[in-house]
């Protein structure tokens, strides 16, 4: 498995065509806000969000005159989706990141574009469905050590015939870390909450590692051609940190192969670097705690390992 080498990593990564984060209508002559400029700038657009539901509620009691109704529900839905795209991108740019850039270096953040279907493939992490989608691609260092990071949501959909069958096999974040040595041959964790598994994973059963902790065993599954070096690299301290983020997110699996650690953590429905307010006073504090908590995810796993 290559999970990433520096001549392929653009490869590695998809364009959400069509998906513009940054709109030109909300930056001002510097090309970006500050956090608290942004907050303000944000409250602007979701009283925009309220105001535009407005007219298309006018626009439903308007219906008696149908192409007036209609062109009033259009026109509002039109001025919501405007002002709904406009806040995604103040918080991405402002709420983001500037933490972002005050926590790693080397920064490269893309929210548009996230990590290719192949490059998910090739982690042997989650079963892979017939719907793709990935954005938020980060790039940068931390502590010498070059990681990657983005959304990433598999999904397998049916609307054959009579069927309307959709499953969610993973919503969340997935990381790439490399390091400068080889750490094992290969080691793969997997919380017991982490049920939709790679299909190569499910044929490793042979290699289940039982380790010396009971209580980590019924939490969680360990598999490694290699038994010596499942326990060379989950030391109890590791072990610690594995059970804290298994109960800091919903389920939580891990790939190691050479230098390269895979972590994804699976939170369907929570995307880390949106807003938790989907209108309405948006606090500037708590938003910026919340980044902060997913930025310190990634330190501490590095200052872990490293």
Same mark, same amino acid.
């Given at each position: 498995?290559?999970?990433?080498?520096?001549?392929?990593?653009?490869?590695?990564?998809?364009?959400?065509?069509?998906?513009?984060?940054?709109?030109?209508?909300?930056?001002?002559?510097?090309?970006?806000?500050?956090?608290?400029?942004?907050?303000?700038?944000?409250?602007?657009?979701?009283?925009?969000?309220?105001?535009?539901?407005?007219?298309?509620?006018?626009?439903?009691?308007?219906?008696?005159?149908?192409?007036?109704?209609?062109?009033?529900?259009?026109?509002?839905?039109? /001025?919501?989706?405007?002002? !709904?795209? &406009?806040?995604?991108?103040?918080? $991405? #740019?402002?709420? +983001?990141?500037? =933490?972002?850039?005050?926590?790693?270096?080397?920064?490269?953040?893309?929210?548009?574009?996230?990590?290719?279907?192949?490059?998910?493939?090739?982690?042997?992490?989650?079963?892979?469905?017939?719907?793709?989608?990935?954005?938020?691609?980060?790039?940068?260092?931390?502590?010498?050590?070059?990681?990657?990071?983005?959304?990433?949501?598999?999904?397998?959909?049916?609307?054959?015939?009579?069927?309307?069958?959709?499953?969610?096999?993973?919503?969340?974040?997935?990381?790439?870390?490399?390091?400068?040595?080889?750490?094992?041959?290969?080691?793969?964790?997997?919380?017991?909450?982490?049920?939709?598994?790679?299909?190569?994973?499910?044929?490793? /059963?042979?290699?289940?590692? !039982?380790? &010396?902790?009971?209580?980590?065993? $019924? #939490?969680?599954? +360990?598999?490694? =051609?290699?038994?010596?070096?499942?326990?060379?690299?989950?030391?109890?301290?590791?072990?610690?940190?594995?059970?804290?983020?298994?109960?800091?997110?919903?389920?939580?699996?891990?790939?190691?192969?050479?230098?390269?650690?895979?972590?994804?953590?699976?939170?369907?429905?929570?995307?880390?670097?949106?807003?938790?307010?989907?209108?309405?006073?948006?606090?500037?504090?708590?938003?910026?705690?919340?980044?902060?908590?997913?930025?310190?995810?990634?330190?501490?796993?590095?200052?872990?390992?490293?």
């Amino acid at each position: 498995m290559n999970y990433n080498n520096e001549d392929s990593t653009r490869e590695n990564l998809i364009r959400n065509e069509g998906e513009s984060i940054r709109g030109d209508s909300i930056w001002n002559e510097g090309g970006s806000f500050s956090s608290s400029e942004a907050a303000q700038k944000w409250q602007e657009k979701s009283n925009e969000v309220s105001k535009s539901m407005i007219l298309v509620i006018v626009g439903v009691l308007l219906l008696f005159i149908p192409p007036v109704g209609i062109a009033v529900i259009v026109f509002g839905f039109l /001025k919501v989706s405007r002002a !709904q795209k &406009e806040m995604k991108a103040l918080y $991405k #740019e402002a709420f +983001v990141r500037e =933490p972002l850039v005050n926590n790693f270096q080397n920064v490269i953040y893309e929210p548009g574009n996230g990590f290719s279907e192949n490059y998910v493939r090739d982690f042997q992490l989650c079963k892979m469905g017939n719907t793709f989608h990935s954005e938020d691609y980060i790039k940068a260092s931390y502590k010498d050590i070059d990681f990657e990071v983005s959304q990433v949501c598999v999904r397998y959909v049916d609307n054959s015939d009579d069927h309307d069958y959709s499953k969610t096999y993973f919503d969340g974040r997935m990381m790439v870390f490399s390091f400068p040595e080889k750490l094992v041959s290969q080691v793969a964790v997997f919380s017991r909450k982490f049920k939709e598994r790679s299909e190569s994973i499910k044929k490793q /059963k042979k290699d289940k590692v !039982q380790l &010396e902790n009971v209580q980590f065993n $019924k #939490e969680f599954d +360990v598999y490694s =051609p290699v038994g010596e070096d499942a326990f060379y690299l989950i030391t109890p301290h590791f072990m610690e940190h594995l059970q804290e983020l298994c109960r800091k997110h919903q389920s939580v699996a891990m790939n190691v192969v050479g230098n390269k650690i895979v972590l994804a953590f699976n939170e369907p429905g929570n995307n880390a670097f949106d807003s938790s307010a989907a209108a309405g006073k948006l606090d500037y504090d708590k938003e910026m705690q919340k980044v902060q908590a997913e930025i310190d995810d990634i330190k501490n796993f590095i200052s872990l390992v490293r």
